[in-house]
């Protein structure tokens, strides 16, 4: 019995130093807690307090995936997160049984139209066909899932050439966009190398679209996809500075012999934040600090506004000598406060005949890699009612025809596209949609270079989760369906073409069910 008793006496020696392991720890824990000043439940309540911070700690996780329903999640509930990733994954985004939308809530809907447009009657470019990867489930089991990707042949949903929206028509190498949604605006250092090449690459393969570089500057990944580029110049002009921080009109000249940059666009404000970006100085590598020309692992604050303009006149001027020096379109990127904010914009262009080209219209709910609470709930209007005053102000003082409108905002899925479009947008753009097609998981770390799924940080070792190879098909695949659902909504609403769309097409139901005109 000797083997039994080693056996008894090795295992007995193995639990208890296992005890002593997480004991030591604790009565380490317990007395350093109750001497610490800075936490007043650990002070008193060594070992409660400590499960209580870690439930607090783990709250947001335990919600998401146990508590909240599929409608209630912030900012993007589950069930917009699914819409954004199923698409990007499976090329479809068919669901069953029926909408989970709440429809006693006040919200906008799409007129129907008694005789839809059938499929052969849509105004829409089919005729290049591409390829693509998507994935097809196998198996689905409670405790395994099996799946394999396949290449497939896919239609582009591009508008014909003849319903193409023009940017700058006057200029002399004007921007036509062949597809109604882009990429809004996120730098390479708010964004990593591996995320902003996925993106370009995704983008590139899916013709027409084109990607907003943010106001970081032009980086070569970027232009690894060879996608259609909106330059992006912030306040703090990065990429288009010299050391000293002054604006550089040569760098623009420079940036204006790229082939794949299209049009340049000043940041004025963006909805989660009037003023310029900010970025940790651990995402600052050497690479993004030569982009940008700022010195590295440095935390960037950009300026609340550029000290090249302060007014009308002044940001004009400043538009048109970029316009002059590029030979391609200039437009600005805003958020509306009020009417008489549209307004004053709209009478400026008519007064000088100057301005953009057109304008990136943000609102108070898209989003930002990093900015403050109160910015983000409280300041500029949402994207809907802004868009409305926006259209309007332009129409009234007669400049609608040459000043284009880009829509941002949660504008995730093909109805929510449609209904900007009504509302006064000639394109859309998105950002949160982007991300989460190449992995984000909605962690809501983008600031802290902690994204543990490898998006929003320049970390290398996070950076190996996001494969490039992989995500940028999902890229491809969420603006295809995008598009596709565009068109399957302008024929439910009896339209050929989604660029039709206009505010009688849409409805706004109260809370106490009555219906509203938005025109």
Not at 307 to 332: C, S, W
Request: charged share 25%; aromatic share 8%; with cysteine.
């Amino acid at each position: 019995m000797l083997w039994f008793e080693g056996i008894y006496f090795t295992t007995s020696l193995i639990v208890l130093l296992l005890l002593a392991v997480p004991i030591t720890i604790a009565i380490f824990l317990y007395f350093f807690d109750r001497r610490q000043k800075q936490h007043a439940i650990l002070r008193n309540y060594p070992v409660l307090g400590r499960v209580r911070y870690m439930f607090e700690k783990a709250g947001p996780e335990v919600r998401q995936y146990l508590f909240n329903d599929d409608n209630s999640g912030k900012p993007f509930s589950r069930e917009e997160y699914l819409h954004m990733v199923m698409p990007g994954k499976y090329l479809n985004s068919v669901i069953g049984f029926g909408s989970k939308r709440d429809f006693q809530e006040p919200g906008h809907y799409i007129r129907n139209a008694m005789f839809t447009k059938q499929n052969d009657e849509m105004r829409v470019d089919n005729d290049n066909l591409m390829k693509t990867m998507r994935y097809e489930v196998d198996q689905d089991n409670l405790f395994s899932r099996k799946e394999h990707r396949e290449e497939i042949t896919t239609l582009p949903w591009l508008l014909p050439e003849e319903d193409a929206i023009v940017l700058g028509p006057n200029c002399e190498q004007p921007f036509v966009v062949r597809s109604l949604l882009g990429q809004s605006g996120m730098s390479y250092g708010a964004l990593g190398d591996h995320a902003i090449t996925a993106l370009s690459k995704g983008i590139g393969m899916a013709q027409g679209a084109w990607m907003n570089t943010g106001e970081g500057g032009v980086s070569d990944h970027h232009l690894a996809g060879g996608a259609d580029i909106i330059a992006q110049i912030g306040s703090g002009l990065f990429g288009f500075r010299t050391e000293e921080g002054d604006f550089d009109l040569e760098k623009v000249k420079e940036k204006a012999k790229v082939p794949q940059i299209k049009a340049f666009e000043i940041k004025l404000a963006q909805g989660a934040k009037m003023r310029g970006g900010h970025v940790e100085g651990e995402k600052v590598t050497e690479e993004i600090a030569a982009i940008r020309n700022v010195v590295p692992f440095t935390s960037i604050n950009s300026p609340n506004r550029f000290n090249q303009f302060n007014d009308y006149p002044t940001l004009f001027t400043f538009i048109e000598d970029i316009r002059t020096a590029g030979g391609k379109p200039v437009g600005m990127k805003i958020v509306i406060g009020g009417k008489e904010d549209a307004e004053e914009l709209a009478e400026q262009l008519a007064e000088t005949g100057m301005g953009p080209d057109f304008i990136s219209l943000d609102g108070a709910e898209g989003g930002s890699g990093a900015t403050y609470q109160d910015l983000a709930d409280s300041v500029g209007l949402p994207l809907r009612s802004a868009l409305v005053l926006l259209d309007d102000a332009l129409r009234k003082y007669e400049v609608r025809d040459r000043v284009k409108i880009i829509a941002s905002g949660k504008v995730i899925t093909p109805d929510k596209a449609a209904i900007a479009l009504a509302l006064g947008a000639d394109l859309v753009q998105i950002a949160r949609g982007f991300m989460i097609s190449v992995g984000c998981i909605m962690a809501e770390r983008c600031h802290t270079n902690t994204c543990p799924a490898g998006v929003a940080t320049t970390d290398k070792h996070l950076q190996r989760a996001l494969v490039v190879e992989e995500k940028k098909f999902r890229v491809t695949n969420y603006i295809l369906t995008m598009r596709e659902g565009l068109f399957r909504v302008a024929a439910a609403a009896g339209l050929d073409s989604p660029t039709k769309f206009e505010r009688h097409h849409v409805i706004y139901k109260d809370e106490r069910g009555r219906i509203h005109s938005v025109e």
